[in-house]
């Protein structure tokens, strides 16, 4: 069993950046790839980004490539959401997961998930 915790999440202004981390517990997830996706309220979830399990390849959602970038540390069993140049468009609750079986963009496909940890971007 896997257990996923994200962390640095806050209130931010418009063109600030903010790094999230997804911390993994209970098995190593090196052999995973790893996903980001957010959810604002009334919406659904939505594809943020992936990596591989050794850091290579990483895709992003349209919204968010170019600002966002993912990194891993499997030494440390944690991966990283680097995002910059926020948006209030940004806004929403960001979950990680793990272990997608299917498509990487869709958020069925993955079997582990975390809480999540909210980001607000005001304006």
């Known amino acids: 069993q896997v257990q996923l915790r994200e962390s640095g999440g806050g209130w931010v202004q418009a063109g600030d950046s903010l790094r999230l981390s997804c911390a993994a517990s209970?098995?190593?997830?090196?052999?995973?790839?790893m996903g980001w996706f957010r959810q604002a309220p009334g919406k659904e979830r939505e594809f943020v980004g992936v990596i591989g399990m050794n850091g290579t390849p990483t895709y992003y959602g349209d919204s968010v490539k170019g600002r966002f970038t993912l990194s891993r540390d499997n030494a440390k069993n944690t991966v990283f959401l680097q995002m910059n140049s926020l948006k209030p468009e940004d806004t929403a609750v960001y979950y990680c997961?793990?272990?997608?079986?299917?498509?990487?963009?869709?958020?069925?496909?993955?079997?582990?998930w975390g809480r999540g940890t909210q980001v607000t971007v005001s304006s």
């Open positions: 209970g098995r190593d997830v090196s052999t995973y790839p």
């Open positions: 997961a793990a272990d997608p079986s299917g498509s990487y963009r869709n958020p069925e496909d993955y079997g582990y």
